[in-house]
Every structure is written in structure tokens, then in C-alpha cells.
């Protein structure tokens, strides 16, 4: 019975000591706060981003002739790219834009790392605006902080909802600059003036505006950690000849705090004072002295507060900087890192960029002015016309490729005593097609009944332009029923 009681006892004393513990699966984020700061690199960034934003917001603004000069008109179907007009049928071209995007990646991230996250990804560049507004609203780092901690108040409120009245202002502007691209921008000022937007331009900015002011304004360093892929693979691309933004660890070891006074020589310190401004500075919240991390974007930042510490110092620059690992581990000097930089992969990789760039070139420059193609009819197979003539029934869509009115003659070839037939076309068999416009022209090709046997017989339209005596031949073929 005794014996009960203890394991009762027991049993007892194991659940008043048992505690209900709570896994959790991911960390909780902490809002990073980035020190603002100046240099070589910062200044880049800055001029970056002022180049790629006055092409956004400027380009939709500029007119070539009658049209705006860039132009994706969806719902017509042809892109304007300047003195250009796409039509469908000229995809090649936008494949032959996207190859040579990756491959110039491939090239940058090769050559010196994430150039393209530092300096122009879209996250990086918003980010770095919006930061920029919230510092010009809210203060500095430390300001930021001490507000972000404060409780509720008037003044509290009014900053906040100051920086989120400009923050959703440009971001709805930067969604209808967007919608511009698809829609003449001018018309679609208009129509906001007039509210006359049509339910999927109200969409489409709205949504655009909606993730500039989410990705820049509240996730930031989440995008480029978790849901950029190319964080993922980049280290694919990297070698130990890649520029790349690192600590230099046998100058900077080991750390520790120092003054002004300190001979480095005699204390056997390192360079590094451990002051965590390169940390404070980071728009990913790493410390880069834990060596090449895939959060870093490579904007350089850190190098730049660096070298404003080392200069305070009195120390030489470059503890943190643009430098390969073998040139790190190596002791290489500016130039023997430069010469390793040229190797043979990139190489490889910048003449094939090339010749794609030279062939896309040479291909548009050689471009038609228009295009045709050939649709047989067939609800008629072939018929006998008045006359006694045999005739099979199409339709040509010639595609006008120019800013100016054409006229475009009709002729086929490939049967003996072959003659074409167009109820729209002129005496001369030509037709008319309007500046950047597609037209379908409805076309018999007519032969003497029975004169070739039955069967399937190749012919060739040929389309010539009046203008410039271009010519386009399109296949097909001309059935002669049994």
C-alpha cells in the first residue's frame, strides 16, 4: 500500500514539475535599422539610382513623332521601343533581349559579385529611398530607434503618418508610371483627372503601388533574403577570383577597442576596433567579419563607414573592401588582383555576350519593314471560279512595320499560268496598309482547271513594298483536288 502511495507521490511531483514548452520553428526578425553613410561606393549608389529613375519616370514622358517613344501596347498588340514597332511575330527579339540580360548577369556576378543587387535591383533601389524619406521624416538611426520605442503620442503620430503619406504617394506614383508603360501615360493622366480609369489600370497601379510601398517600405532585407532566388545560386557563379565585398582578417585580427593613441605595433591589436558600424550600416543586418555571407548584397557600404573609421584612426583604408580571396590570402597587390580578374571564364563569357549583342544588332538593322503572313481558308479547299479557273482561297495579314502609310504589291510564283485575285486590292494588285497597323487582305490564286495535276503544289506569295521595293515571300500551298 506504502508502495502505492509513493508512485502516486511521484507521479504527482512529475506533473507540478512539467512545463509546457513552446518550439518556435523561425526566429522572430528584428527591424534593422541602417546607419546612413558616405564614400566611394555610396555616391555610385546614389548616382544609380538617380540614373535608373529618371529613365522610369521620365522615359513614358518622352514622344517620338505622333506616339509615345516606349511603348507595350498590349491591347494592340505591338511594342514601340522608339523608331521600333514589335508585333507578336517578334518574339525572337525579346528572347534575343533576355539571353543577353542573364548572360550579362552571369558576367557581373562573375567579374565582382552582386553588382546588380547593390546597385540596381528594383528592392535594393526602393529600399534605399524609402530610407531615405523615413530618415528626412523620423531623423537617424538613433532617432529612429528612440521613436520606434516612445510610446504613442501626437508627435509619434504625426511623424508616422507623415512618412506613410509620402511613402504610399510614391508608391502609387510609381504604380502609375508602371501602367504608363502599357497605356499611353498621357491618356492615362487624363483619365485619372477625370477619373475615367478603367477597372484593370485602377488594378495594376494599385497592385504595383501596393508591393512598391510592402517590399520597400516594410519587408526589405526579407526580399532579398527569402524570396529572391538569386541569393540562392549565386555562390554558383562565384569564384575565388570574384570581387567581392571582405574583410581583410589578418589586418583586422584580433579586434578590440583602441584610441587614437594606440600604437598597433606595440599592443598587438588589430586594425579592427570593433566599433560595429560596418554592422550598423548594413541594409541585411549581417556582420561581414564573419566572412562572405549570401545575405550581403555587395552595395559596399560597410567598406565606406570602414574606411571613414580607419581615417579617424589614423590607420591605412581598406579593412573591409572590394577584394578577391585570393587576393586576400595571397597578399596580391591592385594590379596582380586585376589580372586575375581576366580569366578564362570570363572571357568566355564576355565574347559570347558579344557576338548575341553584334547578332541581335545586325538582325534588327536588317529587319523588313513589314511583315506578311499566310492563312489558307479552310472552309474551301478549292473551287472552280467563273472562267473554268481552279482557285484556293487565303488570307494575307501584312503587318506594317513603318511610321508611314505603305503600299504593297501582290504576286505569286511556283505554278505555270498563276494568277492572284483580291476583291480589296487595286488594278495593280496593290493594297494600302496604315502607319504601324496590320491588315488581313482576303486572296484567290486562280489556275486553268486541269492544266497541272492533282495533288499539292507549292507556291509563294511575294509581298513588295511600293516604297522601298522590299520583298517578302511567304510559303504555302495550292491544292488540286482529284
Known amino acids: 500500500m506504502s508502495s502505492k502511495k509513493n508512485l502516486n507521490a511521484k507521479s504527482d511531483a512529475a506533473n507540478a514539475n512539467t512545463e509546457a514548452a513552446v518550439i518556435n520553428l523561425y526566429a522572430?526578425?528584428?527591424k534593422i535599422y541602417p546607419r546612413s553613410t558616405f564614400g566611394f561606393f555610396t555616391k555610385w549608389r546614389w548616382v544609380m539610382i538617380w540614373l535608373t529613375q529618371l529613365f522610369f519616370y521620365g522615359v513614358p514622358w518622352?514622344?517620338?513623332?505622333?506616339?509615345?517613344?516606349?511603348?507595350f501596347d498590349?491591347?494592340?498588340?505591338?511594342f514601340y521601343i522608339f523608331n521600333l514597332v514589335l508585333y507578336p511575330q517578334d518574339l525572337i527579339y525579346l528572347?534575343?533581349?533576355?539571353?543577353?540580360?542573364?548572360?550579362?548577369?552571369?558576367?557581373?556576378?562573375?567579374?565582382?559579385?552582386?553588382?546588380?543587387c547593390g546597385y540596381t535591383c528594383p528592392q535594393t533601389v526602393y529600399t534605399e529611398i524609402f530610407l531615405w524619406i523615413e530618415a528626412k521624416i523620423e531623423g537617424d538611426r538613433a532617432a529612429r530607434i528612440r521613436l520606434d520605442d516612445a510610446p504613442m503620442s501626437a508627435r509619434k503620430l504625426l511623424k508616422k503618418g507623415g512618412k506613410h503619406f509620402v511613402w504610399i504617394a510614391f508608391a502609387i506614383w510609381t504604380g502609375f508610371t508602371f501602367v504608363g508603360y502599357f497605356?499611353?501615360?498621357?491618356?492615362?493622366?487624363d483619365a485619372v483627372v477625370n477619373m475615367g480609369l478603367g477597372p484593370w489600370q485602377t488594378f495594376w497601379i494599385l497592385f504595383y503601388g501596393f508591393a512598391t510601398y510592402g517590399n520597400a517600405g516594410f519587408m526589405r532585407e526579407q526580399v532579398c533574403k527569402y524570396m529572391c532566388p538569386y541569393a540562392r545560386f549565386q555562390s554558383a557563379m562565384f569564384d575565388d577570383d570574384t570581387l567581392i565585398v571582405t574583410y581583410d582578417e589578418k589586418r583586422g585580427e584580433p579586434r578590440g577597442k583602441a584610441s587614437l593613441k594606440t600604437d598597433m605595433d606595440k599592443s598587438k591589436q588589430g586594425a579592427c576596433?570593433?566599433?560595429?558600424?560596418?554592422v550598423q550600416v548594413c541594409p541585411t543586418g549581417i556582420d561581414i567579419r564573419k566572412g562572405l555571407q549570401y545575405e550581403c548584397i555587395g552595395c559596399g557600404a560597410c567598406a565606406d563607414v570602414c574606411d571613414t573609421v580607419m581615417d579617424k584612426m589614423g590607420y591605412d583604408r581598406g579593412l573591409v573592401k572590394y577584394s578577391t580571396q585570393h587576393a586576400i590570402n595571397l597578399g596580391w597587390n591592385h594590379a596582380q588582383m586585376l589580372r586575375h580578374i581576366l580569366r578564362p571564364r570570363v572571357l568566355i563569357y564576355a565574347t559570347i555576350l558579344s557576338l548575341l549583342i553584334v547578332s541581335l544588332l545586325t538582325s534588327l538593322m536588317l529587319r523588313t519593314s513589314f511583315r506578311v503572313d499566310v492563312v489558307r481558308d479552310r472552309g474551301v479547299m478549292a473551287r472552280i471560279a467563273e472562267g473554268g479557273m481552279l482557285e484556293n482561297v487565303y488570307r494575307l495579314q501584312i503587318m506594317n512595320a513603318t511610321e508611314t502609310t505603305q503600299r504593297y504589291q501582290l504576286g505569286a510564283s511556283g505554278i505555270t499560268n498563276l494568277k492572284v485575285e483580291s476583291d480589296v486590292a487595286d488594278q495593280d494588285k496593290s493594297v494600302t496598309v496604315n502607319p504601324a497597323e496590320s491588315r488581313w487582305i482576303p486572296v484567290r490564286l486562280q489556275i486553268p482547271d486541269g492544266s497541272i495535276k492533282s495533288g499539292s503544289h507549292p507556291v509563294k506569295f511575294e509581298v513588295r513594298a511600293a516604297e522601298s521595293n522590299e520583298l517578302v515571300s511567304e510559303k504555302s500551298v495550292f491544292l488540286v483536288p482529284r
Not at 498590349?74 to 505591338?78: K, V
Request: hydrophobic content about 55%; aromatic content about 8%; glycine content about 8%.
Open 28 to 30: 522572430a526578425a528584428e
Open 62 to 71: 518622352i514622344e517620338w513623332g505622333q506616339r509615345q517613344a516606349l511603348l
Open 74 to 78: 498590349l491591347e494592340a498588340r505591338r
Open 95 to 116: 528572347t534575343g533581349i533576355l539571353i543577353i540580360s542573364a548572360l550579362s548577369l552571369f558576367l557581373f556576378t562573375a567579374i565582382a559579385g552582386r553588382l546588380w
Open 183 to 189: 497605356t499611353p501615360i498621357r491618356e492615362l493622366g
Open 273 to 278: 576596433i570593433d566599433c560595429s558600424l560596418c
